[in-house]
């Protein structure tokens, strides 16, 4: 009994509690609205935990199948930096846990795309790492 709880509390430590964390972003991508949350409510210069939500308009999560992300800061001057991230699964409908590393502090553009039972998307958007 106990060996069973072990497993099915491990296999639940993916799970997010959403409902506890601050948005940091929303950002419109058609009928879908892509919601950025993390614990303070805002993303910092270095490593980040933060979970990437997607919704319809009713504010309902909704599944989306593969997602990728990537991070990029455009320096006048110099070559875009990226950021180096992990996208996957956080185990909740439309919900993604994202590891991401800002080597600095300013507007980062975010590329997400999508395939799944919703078809194929991508959207660009801006996001102020402080």
Not at 34 to 52: S, T
Not at 92 to 121: H, L, M
Request: hydrophobic residues 35%; charged residues 15%.
């Amino acid at each position: 009994m106990i060996a069973i709880a072990a497993i099915l509390t491990g296999c639940n430590a993916k799970n997010q509690d959403v409902s506890k964390l601050k948005t940091v972003e929303t950002h419109k991508a058609g009928d879908l609205n892509l919601v950025l949350m993390n614990d303070i409510g805002e993303l910092k210069q270095g490593q980040n935990d933060f979970v990437l939500q997607f919704q319809n308009q009713q504010g309902q999560p909704i599944e989306v199948g593969a997602v990728q992300f990537q991070s990029s800061m455009i320096m006048p001057g110099m070559a875009p930096m990226s950021g180096d991230s992990e996208i996957a699964p956080a185990g909740q409908t439309g919900t993604y846990r994202v590891k991401a590393n800002f080597a600095d502090s300013g507007s980062w553009r975010f590329t997400v795309e999508w395939s799944g039972p919703r078809g194929q998307g991508k959207t660009t958007f801006n996001t102020n790492v402080r």
